[in-house]
C-alpha cells in the first residue's frame, strides 16, 4: 500500500472518529427523499483526498459546506480500519 492510500485511509478514521450524529435527508435507491441519520463531520483535511474518498462513495457533500457527510460505505468502511489499526470491535 503506497502513502497516498494509507493517508485516505487515516482521513477517512479521522472523519469518522470525530465525527457526530445528525438528521438529515438522503435518497435512496430509487432517488425518494427520506429524513435520516447521519454522521457529519469538519472537513479539515487535503481537499484532493476528501474528494478521492467521495468518488470511492466513503463522503457526500465536500463541495458545499464546511463539513462533509459519511456514507453508510463510508461508516462501514471507517469502522473496518478502526478494526484494522487499534484491533477489537
Do not use: P, Q
Request: hydrophobic share 30%.
Amino acid at each position: 500500500m503506497n502513502n497516498e492510500e494509507k493517508i485516505k485511509e487515516l482521513t477517512l478514521l479521522l472523519l469518522y472518529l470525530n465525527a457526530w450524529d445528525e438528521e438529515g435527508y438522503g435518497r435512496d435507491e430509487n432517488g425518494e427523499i427520506h429524513s435520516v441519520k447521519m454522521k457529519r463531520s469538519w472537513k479539515g483535511y487535503d481537499f484532493d483526498i476528501l474528494n478521492a474518498l467521495e468518488e470511492e462513495n466513503f463522503l457526500s457533500g465536500s463541495y458545499k459546506s464546511k463539513s462533509v457527510c459519511l456514507t453508510k460505505n463510508g461508516e462501514k468502511k471507517a469502522l473496518e480500519l478502526y478494526r484494522k489499526y487499534f484491533g477489537g470491535n
